[in-house]
């Protein structure tokens, strides 16, 4: 009787306390010209194997990837280390820094990502999953205003990031700048800025030579670049605001979700128990009721009927935490229908770039392409449009 009392015991697997780590800030200045642009991509939902079981929330997931990396270029803002960071829609965008992201777990108790950073010039910066607990505290409406419950992930992720920064030279930082601007040229028009970079054998891309500062094509490319930025800078405000609206409701479900998978996993652990514990009393009271002794007879007796108990007992928990499964995925559903994207229209333009922002993005990057088609027209180069550079 006291292995079965043990054995029904409860034990919670609340984490009571979290850490948030100060956001790290660069030991010297740099000048402005030698700041790195960061581009971060919305995540990968990670929903590739996904197959309609478990606690995931395709919905929330989409919606988690386009939340998520406006918190890291957030806290990555906080350091004064970097240029423009900037949340992109395209992970395929050229950025002097490109962070891509996927979502491997979130719920409101847990967060794991796995990230992975590459400059223009292709050197990995970091390449790592990253996980983080929520505690209980965390969901507190005075801690929900400071910090985000998983706010220590992006803290460390950023702090990660600052540390690959610092390892370079301003020799380094220059290249990167350069070799995004070429690949963004090449992009436009590949034929006239053919032959600038090469790759070597590491698929690292090398500045071989550079267009005159004369060079008229170049102009066309800034000032193409220079409209892409002004657009994605538009978007980032949709970002902004998407995060704005999306915060109470998520927050809530988080909260919820957090209160829903403890007490899951604690009603699966004492479901458990009470089955083993169960069959156990079964099995030992069969054992006895097989015995000529009267005593041990009746004892058995008991020990079946009460191990019948606990076995009923434990799928009646089993039971109880299929519906708090049921209340996540209706909190999922309620969510989703809080944090639909909303279609943005280009105001100064006759043409609408309809959909989503990933689709508008899209559509805008095929309108750039013509405009600067339409712009380079017949346009002749100098002479002399190549230079040598003097950085490598």
């Known amino acids: 009787m006291a292995a079965v009392m043990l054995a029904t015991g409860c034990v919670s697997q609340t984490i009571k306390s979290t850490s948030v780590p100060q956001i790290k800030v660069p030991d010297k200045v740099v000048a402005e010209e030698l700041l790195l642009d960061v581009g971060i991509a919305i995540f990968d939902p990670g929903l590739e194997e996904y197959d309609g079981e478990g606690q995931v929330y395709p919905e929330v997931r989409k919606a988690e990837a386009r939340f998520m990396p406006n918190l890291l270029s957030q806290a990555m803002e906080q350091s004064g280390a970097w240029g423009a960071v900037r949340v992109v829609p395209d992970p395929e965008r050229i950025s002097d820094l490109s962070v891509r992201g996927t979502i491997l777990h979130s719920d409101g108790e847990s967060l794991e990502l796995a990230i992975r950073a590459v400059d223009s010039r292709g050197y990995e910066w970091l390449d790592k999953t990253y996980r983080g607990r929520a505690s209980a505290y965390a969901y507190r409406s005075a801690t929900r205003e400071r910090y985000d419950p998983f706010q220590a992930v992006y803290h460390t992720i950023a702090n990660d990031l600052l540390d690959a920064l610092g390892e ?24 006239a800025f053919n032959g600038y970079l090469e790759r070597n054998r590491k698929n690292i891309y090398l500045v071989m030579r550079l267009p005159a500062e004369n060079d008229p094509m170049l102009d066309r490319v800034r000032t193409i670049r ?12 949709y970002y902004d605001n998407f995060g704005v609206e999306m915060t109470e409701p998520y927050e809530e479900w988080r909260k919820l979700s957090y209160k829903e998978a403890v007490a899951m996993q604690e009603l699966e652990a004492e479901s458990r128990r009470r089955l083993i514990a169960g069959a156990v009393a079964v099995a030992a009271g069969i054992a ?3 015995s000529s002794d009267n005593n041990s007879r009746a004892a058995g007796n008991v020990a079946v009927i009460g191990g019948g108990y606990l076995l009923k007992s434990g799928l009646e928990k089993r039971a109880e935490a299929q519906i708090h499964v049921q209340a996540l995925e209706e909190l999922g559903m309620s969510l989703e229908a809080e944090i639909t994207p909303q279609v943005i229209d280009l105001e100064d333009r006759s043409i609408i770039l309809s959909g989503n922002v990933e689709e508008q993005y899209a559509q805008w990057r095929q309108l750039l392409a013509d405009i600067y088609a339409a712009e380079i027209g017949a346009l002749d180069r100098p002479q002399d449009y190549t230079t040598t550079p003097d950085t490598l």
């Open 288 to 290: 006895g009721m097989t």
């Open 168 to 191: 370079l030279r301003p020799q380094d930082r220059n290249n990167v700048r350069l070799t995004t601007e070429l690949l963004f040229a090449q992009r436009f028009s590949p034929e």
């Open 226 to 237: 220079e409209r892409d930025h002004t657009y994605i800078d538009t978007m980032q405000e």
